[in-house]
């Protein structure tokens, strides 16, 4: 805790510094929520059948993707894990974080959780609210489902960095991962749900999805938002987040193990 709130101390001190850059940031976060909208609009005016649902829900899906994906990255790419290590490998600065009394997964996850804290609360909201007010942007239709969805948001936070923090670890072996990094990219948005919906996907590729742990990031707190989820459906998408969460953690956590015991012989 104690480094979660002194990484979010510093997000705090740079957003005072960097005024300017902020305020930029908030205007992205509007303009896209916009963009996206805008998109949707023309598309269901082409054929209002095209997706299934209403319009006003579409619009809602598609806005939420684009702030969820703005708190999950909220200063860019740079900040993402995988990004973080592979620069800290190359330029040999990675012994610096080894030095750390903290290992570096829970460096990360307080370095990133509170990024994304900051920027849900400074960004996005205001975005959020303009959204609601002027946009057409959809409340919860039930506290339960808006209490779910913030749930269901942190839920997605773990399981994103889980995933990122494992690729990262690959920089060890391979130091250079830009290639693969953006083939990840590129799987976990078209998977996601982030861009597409993935009911939208044909029945084989849904099932395929089914299995993976990439629509718990934001498929999952998106039509809990919407109120597409039932009482039945949010129960078992939040004990299927919390499953994904735990596993990718543990996951991440052995293969850190590994490689910083590989380290300490190599540096022995």
Request: with cysteine; glycine share 6%.
């Amino acid at each position: 805790m104690k480094i979660f709130l002194a990484s979010l101390r510093m997000e705090k001190r740079s957003t005072g510094i960097y005024r300017v850059d902020f305020l930029l940031k908030v205007m992205y976060s509007i303009i896209a929520m916009y963009g996206v909208r805008s998109l949707w609009a023309a598309l269901y005016a082409q054929d209002p059948s095209i997706v299934g649902r209403p319009l006003s829900s579409m619009i809602t899906y598609a806005m939420l993707a684009v702030a969820l994906d703005i708190i999950f990255y909220p200063s860019a790419m740079s900040t993402a894990p995988q990004n973080y290590i592979s620069q800290q490998v190359r330029s040999g600065r990675i012994d610096t974080d080894l030095l750390r009394p903290v290992d570096l997964q829970r460096q990360l996850l307080a370095r990133n959780g509170s990024a994304a804290l900051f920027g849900a609360l400074w960004l996005v909201m205001p975005a959020w609210a303009l959204g609601v007010l002027l946009m057409g942007l959809e409340l919860p239709p039930t506290l339960l489902h808006g209490t779910a969805f913030l749930v269901s948001g942190v839920l997605s936070f773990l399981i994103l960095f889980s995933l990122n923090f494992m690729l990262g670890m690959v920089c060890f072996a391979t130091t250079e991962i830009r290639q693969i990094t953006m083939a990840y990219s590129g799987i976990l948005t078209i998977l996601s749900g982030k861009l597409i919906p993935n009911w939208l996907y044909p029945e084989w590729m849904q099932a395929v999805i089914e299995i993976l742990p990439f629509r718990c990031v934001f498929e999952t707190p998106l039509n809990i938002y919407t109120g597409a989820a039932s009482r039945v459906d949010i129960i078992y998408s939040l004990l299927l987040q919390a499953a994904w969460a735990a596993v990718l953690f543990l996951l991440g956590k052995i293969m850190w193990l590994g490689v910083h015991k590989h380290l300490a012989v190599q540096g022995g």
